[in-house]
């Protein structure tokens, strides 16, 4: 792997709870190492395309990329668009046991207003 990717991928995984988007990651990398936005957006898709890290997609926002290969679901705060990790067991198995599909891959997103934001209306 180039020194590059690895630097990429060295920044994904120190900030996997918070899904960075390309830019994000791109700003950070960027204050230490000289790379372009081009480089960050071609490391990305190598990583992805060879299993280092995931690609979450989310409906009207940028991708973001995750540092946990294990499988997880994820709930998107509507209000601060922080993505979290959650973890719904049994998922599969069920709907592999009423439908009669062999579940092979998935990718579930939940809205949510995240904990930070709750406490911030309560206010
Ligand atoms: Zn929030
Ligand atoms: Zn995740």
């Given at each position: 792997?180039?020194?590059?990717?690895?630097?990429?991928?060295?920044?994904?995984?120190?900030?996997?709870?918070?899904?960075?988007?390309?830019?994000?990651?791109?700003?950070?990398?960027?204050?230490?190492?000289?790379?372009?936005?081009?480089?960050?957006y071609n490391?990305?898709?190598?990583?992805?395309?060879?299993?280092?890290?995931?690609?979450?997609?989310?409906?009207?926002?940028?991708?973001?990329?995750?540092?946990?290969?294990?499988?997880?679901?994820?709930?998107?705060?509507?209000?601060?668009?922080?993505?979290?990790?959650?973890?719904?067991?049994?998922?599969?198995?069920?709907?592999?046991?009423?439908?009669?599909?062999?579940?092979?891959?998935?990718?579930?997103?939940?809205?949510?207003?995240?904990?930070?934001?709750?406490?911030?209306?309560?206010?």
């Open positions: 792997m180039t020194k590059q990717r690895q630097i990429i991928l060295d920044c994904i995984r120190e900030n996997c709870c918070r899904h960075l988007s390309a830019i994000e990651i791109f700003d950070l990398v960027r204050a230490e190492h000289k790379i372009s936005l081009a480089t960050v490391s990305l898709n190598y990583l992805v395309d060879n299993g280092h890290i995931l690609r979450v997609q989310i409906a009207g926002e940028p991708d973001r990329f995750d540092g946990n290969l294990h499988a997880h679901h994820h709930a998107i705060c509507d209000v601060c668009g922080s993505v979290i990790d959650v973890n719904v067991p049994g998922i599969i198995a069920s709907v592999e046991d009423n439908y009669g599909v062999k579940v092979t891959n998935f990718s579930l997103n939940l809205h949510c207003i995240c904990k930070n934001c709750q406490n911030t209306n309560a206010r």
